[in-house]
């Protein structure tokens, strides 16, 4: 089984904590879809296996047209054998989704919307300045529901000045609205992003891991009483909404990245696209990929196991580990594991050992100290 994933690299505007690969050059767009267009069919040859997921990502992708959108697809269906119940999300942003805009997408084969609410309220979208006001965050997901039954929200916790009470009104919100699947992540200051100035110049409170801790802990509180299962860190779905294009990732299925700064990962190499929408237009329009390589050792490849495992409720498995990376790693886990244990961070459960609520938001330390370092 297979994905693909597709970067749409335009936004209206720039988030001030956002890092993503992304132009705010509208006018680029037609010219970049004719290049991914064109780089879809020259991979085709690249995955034989059934393709499962399609996620177009960004950026954002709800500035396709209908159009747009449909001549992709048309092209990936034509040239790739796409499962007949394969999940297709979009990320969408909630100033593009008029009701006429959604009513559109669900004429395309797209069957999961991806939202990016992040907060309900004016003063947290203002900070970091996102393009839609808490209006359009409500009336978006309304209009989306009458059309699309899996939609997922993206929520932000942990940002400066946000109360304990507010990320809790957040919540309820979100839960009112009825949607089954929520991704929630802390906000963090990635270098060069504005973010990062406004903090530095005192002009923002800096972001506080106490603040995030805090916020994560009513998320898992909030969501386990609604019914939501935590099945990765970030990410909370009720039963048969779980994100498949995530999963197979975090299970070290192949996927396929098409378009500027996409990743891509097929037996143990991982690629990505450059991350420059000029270069990238430009060696597609020359028919070169313009791709890096880099094939995982397999201390890299059982590291990144460890860190993104760890992070689901399906954990680590040692009958796995010594399938893929061979006994030595089984060894090391064996003794390193039972300090976890007995501080209560990890829990074996039958064959896997995966995290503890108490360990939760641990995981990522957890998971290096876990690391086979040569
Ligand atoms: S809309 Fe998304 S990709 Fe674009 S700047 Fe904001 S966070 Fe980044």
Redesign the pocket.
């Known amino acids: 089984m297979a994905g693909i994933y597709i970067h749409i690299p335009f ?1 209206k ?3 001030h ?2 890092d ?1 690969h ?1 132009s705010t050059g509208l006018n680029k767009q037609p010219q970049m879809v004719a290049a991914i267009h064109k780089e879809i069919l020259l991979r085709k040859e690249e995955i034989k296996e059934e393709v499962k997921t399609i996620y177009f990502g ?3 992708p709800s500035l396709l047209t209908k159009d747009q959108i449909k001549v992709l697809l048309d092209t990936i269906y034509k040239n790739y054998d796409v499962s007949l119940n394969a999940e297709i999300t979009l990320e969408a ?1 909630p100033d593009d989704l008029s009701l006429e805009k959604i009513q559109e997408l669900s004429q395309t084969p797209i069957n999961r919307l991806s939202i ?1 609410v992040q907060s309900f309220f004016e003063e947290d979208l203002q900070l970091m300045n ?2 839609h006001n808490h209006e359009e965050a409500l009336t978006s997901i309304r209009e989306a529901k009458k059309f699309f039954d899996n939609i997922s929200i993206d929520l932000i916790y942990g940002i400066p000045d946000m109360s304990n009470e507010r990320w809790q009104q957040n919540l309820d919100i979100a839960l009112s609205l009825e949607v089954p699947h929520i991704s929630s992540y802390a906000l963090t200051v990635e270098p060069k992003t504005a973010l990062k100035k406004m903090i530095e110049k005192g002009k923002v409170a800096p972001v506080d891991d106490a603040l995030a801790a805090a916020h994560f802990k009513i998320l898992q509180e909030v969501m386990s009483s609604a019914g939501f299962i935590n099945y990765e860190f970030s990410n909370f779905g009720k039963p048969d909404y779980f994100s498949k294009n995530n999963t197979a990732y975090w299970m070290g299925e192949s996927y396929l990245g098409i378009g500027p700064s996409a990743h891509g990962y097929h037996q143990g190499v991982r690629s990505w696209n450059v991350s420059n929408n000029p270069k990238y237009i430009q060696a597609i329009e020359e028919n070169q990929l313009p791709i890096e390589k880099e094939t995982l050792s397999s201390n890299d490849a059982y590291n990144e196991y460890v860190m993104t495992r760890l992070r689901t409720m399906w954990g680590i498995s040692l009958l796995e580990i010594e399938e893929l990376f061979g006994n030595k790693y089984v060894n090391y886990l064996q003794k390193e594991l039972p300090v976890f244990i007995e501080k209560g961070l990890i829990k074996k459960n039958e064959n896997n050992y995966t995290i503890t609520q108490n360990g939760k938001f641990l995981s990522d330390g957890i998971a290096s100290d876990l690391f086979y370092i040569a």
């Open positions: 936004c505007q720039a988030c904590y956002c993503f992304f960004g950026g954002t942003n990016g996102r393009a």
